[in-house]
């Protein structure tokens, strides 16, 4: 079965950088776009970055667009979350996620994606 697993979060200061990584097995990775959401306390999940199967595409959130970088590397089955500037109200558990299907475009909607991973947390004092 598909599993992904996050790693790389953290506490760190306003302003810090962490880079998230997710590793994929069970799948053919280099086939599915991936994604990144997050999920604040008492908040529902929100999409963060997206990037596409080949890794030419990519797509951000407005409020990271600038501070936030998603890629990938198909040989090593990951993709990677490298989050600059952080703030506190970055703070979440960043999930990824890989789409639904094959060789589909960036997608923000959380239906497009259909397997996630446990999520890693990301406190960002102030």
């Known amino acids: 079965q598909v599993q992904l697993v996050e790693s790389g979060g953290g506490l760190v200061q306003a302003g810090g950088s962490l880079r998230l990584s997710c590793a994929a097995s069970?799948?053919?990775?280099?086939?599915?776009?991936m994604g990144w959401f997050r999920q604040a306390p008492g908040k529902e999940y929100e999409f963060v970055a997206a990037?596409?199967?080949?890794?030419?595409?990519?797509r951000y959130a407005d409020s990271v667009k600038g501070r936030f970088t998603i890629s990938r590397d198909n040989a090593k089955n990951t993709v990677w979350l490298q989050t600059n500037s952080l703030k506190p109200e970055d703070t979440a558990v960043y999930y990824c996620a890989a789409a639904l299907s094959k060789f589909t475009s960036v997608s923000y909607s959380l239906a497009d994606y259909g397997s996630w991973g446990q999520g890693t947390q990301v406190t960002v004092s102030s």
């Open positions: 069970g799948l053919t990775f280099r086939h599915y776009a």
């Open positions: 990037i596409t199967w080949d890794g030419r595409t990519t």
